[in-house]
């Protein structure tokens, strides 16, 4: 096993500025040299998985604007990764060395990597992991069916299907921080999808309507996914926690699926348009503003086609297309204000900068700079978005103030923001 990661090469993504637009809501950061329509997963630390990089000689990478890649180091070959926790902790499926047989894996940070075996059928693969370092995935049988299972490093693997016999089998693909679980199974002898919610209290509970499949589910119990509806038509959709099922709509097209839902409620995923090219387009999908066109609220081309989209809790979505791997992180806005404008030399004025995006604010505690002629006079702390600085240190004349948001893992820093102060004698 290996004890930690490997540092395999730095490489900053290059961070897009997007043109000025009232839609315009994402800055786009690209992850360099990433590879096209694999699949992805984030963190709240905006840690990526990059499966097949081209910048590390291995098949599993994790990737920051911080520390570039670092490789897993993963023994065997053929490996991809399928989620990744706040811990770093990343699971998915390869080829231990030595072995045919692919296999469920979770690497950890200073742990190296585990194979987790499998139902007794050899093949396994892990789909997602939650923060307490529980896995959930697929996995053969002895009898050479597909169970979902869930594992843990205290139990191993226990299997959730066991009553399933059918060829199409099982898949769990997430698990929440109650160790609910979501997915899909085959019931014996359809060919149609049922998608389930699992818990250790209640065992295996089928969501409606029948053709169904779950493909995520957060700290709520909010699951989603893709469903038919009246007409037959595949739409995404959420279940709630009481199960009950919302139809998310379409981006203008006959189909959609949702991928993923963090922890606000946010919902990403892939939709047609009406457009008679037929492409897919990546869509968002928020409580308060419904569905999006995540092209248009990221200023990038339509043409692009989404693969794989996956959304932290602060509202950052990694999107893997025909062009590789991107962050589009929430853009924050600095509005700036002054107490008094025009003032009087000696006189306090306050400057109050409020910072917001799509998103919402940044966490409290978070710096904001101020500047008066390009010179740093002082800074402030975040409280709900707003950060104030008091000086009576302006000299006469017309002078431009500004303030500028520092950034941090999630957010870049903000546009250059400034009004003019005046102040007279």
Not at 66 to 75: K, P
Not at 185 to 200: E, I
Not at 367 to 375: D, L, P, R, S
């Given at each position: 096993?290996?004890n930690?990661?490997?540092?395999?090469?730095?490489?900053?993504?290059l961070?897009?500025?997007?043109?000025?637009?009232?839609?315009?809501?994402?800055?786009v950061?690209?992850?360099?040299?990433?590879?096209?329509n694999?699949?992805t997963a984030?963190?709240?630390?905006?840690?990526?998985v990059?499966?097949?990089?081209?910048?590390?000689?291995?098949?599993?990478?994790?990737?920051?604007?911080?520390?570039?890649?670092?490789?897993?180091?993963?023994?065997?070959?053929n490996?991809?990764?399928?989620?990744?926790?706040?811990?770093?902790?990343?699971v998915?499926?390869g080829?231990?060395?030595?072995?045919g047989?692919?296999?469920?894996?979770?690497?950890?940070?200073?742990?190296?990597?585990?194979?987790?075996?499998?139902?007794?059928?050899?093949?396994?693969a892990?789909?997602?992991?939650?923060?307490?370092?529980t896995?959930?995935?697929?996995?053969?049988?002895?009898?050479?069916?597909?169970h979902?299972?869930?594992w843990?490093?205290?139990?191993?693997?226990?299997?959730?299907t066991?009553?399933?016999?059918?060829?199409g089998?099982?898949?769990?693909?997430?698990?929440?921080?109650?160790?609910?679980?979501?997915?899909?199974?085959?019931?014996?002898?359809?060919?149609?999808?049922?998608?389930?919610?699992?818990?250790?209290?209640?065992?295996?509970?089928?969501?409606a309507?029948?053709?169904?499949i779950a493909?995520?589910?957060?700290d709520?119990?909010?699951?989603?996914?893709?469903?038919?509806?009246?007409?037959?038509f595949?739409?995404?959709?959420a279940?709630?926690?009481?199960?009950?099922?919302?139809?998310?709509?379409?981006?203008?097209?006959?189909?959609?699926?949702?991928?993923?839902?963090?922890?606000?409620?946010?919902?990403?995923?892939?939709s047609?348009t009406?457009?008679?090219?037929?492409?897919?387009r990546?869509?968002?999908?928020?409580?308060?503003?419904?569905?999006?066109?995540?092209?248009?609220?990221?200023?990038?081309?339509?043409?692009?086609?989404?693969?794989?989209?996956?959304v932290?809790?602060?509202?950052?979505?990694?999107?893997s297309?025909?062009?590789?791997?991107?962050?589009?992180?929430?853009?924050?806005r600095?509005?700036?204000?002054?107490?008094?404008?025009?003032?009087?030399?000696?006189?306090?004025v306050?400057?109050?900068?409020?910072?917001?995006?799509?998103?919402?604010?940044?966490?409290?505690?978070e710096?904001?700079?101020?500047?008066?002629?390009?010179?740093v006079?002082?800074?402030?702390?975040?409280?709900n978005?707003?950060?104030q600085?008091?000086?009576?240190?302006?000299?006469?004349?017309?002078h431009?103030?500004?303030?500028?948001?520092?950034?941090d893992?999630?957010?870049?820093?903000?546009p250059?923001?400034a009004?003019?102060q005046?102040?007279?004698p």
């Open positions: 096993m290996r930690c990661l490997k540092f395999a090469a730095v490489a900053f993504g961070a897009v500025s997007v043109a000025a637009s009232a839609q315009v809501a994402f800055n950061i690209a992850v360099p040299q990433s590879p096209a694999s699949f984030i963190n709240n630390s905006s840690q990526v990059a499966n097949g990089d081209k910048q590390t000689s291995g098949d599993v990478a994790v990737w920051s604007r911080t520390t570039g890649f670092e490789d897993l180091g993963l023994s065997g070959a490996a991809a990764a399928a989620a990744m926790n706040d811990s770093g902790e990343v998915g499926a080829n231990p060395e030595g072995s047989a692919v296999q469920a894996f979770v690497f950890g940070p200073g742990t190296g990597v585990q194979w987790l075996g499998s139902l007794g059928g050899g093949l396994s892990a789909s997602g992991v939650n923060e307490s370092g896995v959930v995935g697929l996995s053969y049988t002895a009898a050479k069916t597909q979902a299972f869930l843990t490093p205290e139990s191993g693997m226990e299997d959730l066991p009553q399933l016999q059918s060829i089998g099982a898949t769990a693909v997430g698990v929440n921080s109650a160790n609910e679980v979501a997915g899909y199974y085959f019931s014996n002898g359809d060919r149609n999808p049922v998608a389930f919610l699992w818990t250790a209290a209640g065992g295996l509970q089928n969501l309507p029948a053709g169904a493909l995520g589910i957060n709520a119990g909010t699951i989603v996914g893709q469903a038919p509806n009246a007409r037959g595949k739409h995404a959709c279940w709630s926690s009481t199960g009950q099922m919302t139809d998310l709509g379409t981006l203008g097209g006959a189909t959609s699926s949702a991928l993923a839902i963090n922890n606000r409620g946010w919902i990403v995923g892939t047609l009406s457009s008679k090219k037929g492409l897919l990546g869509f968002l999908w928020t409580p308060s503003a419904g569905m999006q066109d995540l092209a248009t609220l990221a200023g990038v081309s339509k043409q692009l086609q989404p693969y794989s989209l996956q932290n809790d602060y509202g950052v979505i990694a999107v297309t025909n062009k590789g791997i991107s962050l589009y992180s929430p853009l924050m600095v509005a700036l204000t002054s107490s008094a404008n025009p003032s009087k030399v000696a006189q306090p306050t400057f109050t900068a409020t910072v917001g995006s799509i998103a919402g604010a940044p966490q409290d505690g710096a904001v700079t101020f500047k008066i002629a390009g010179q006079v002082g800074s402030a702390t975040l409280v978005g707003v950060a600085f008091t000086t009576a240190a302006i000299p006469k004349g017309a431009i103030v500004s303030a500028e948001y520092a950034g893992a999630n957010y870049l820093a903000s250059y923001t009004l003019h005046v102040v007279n």
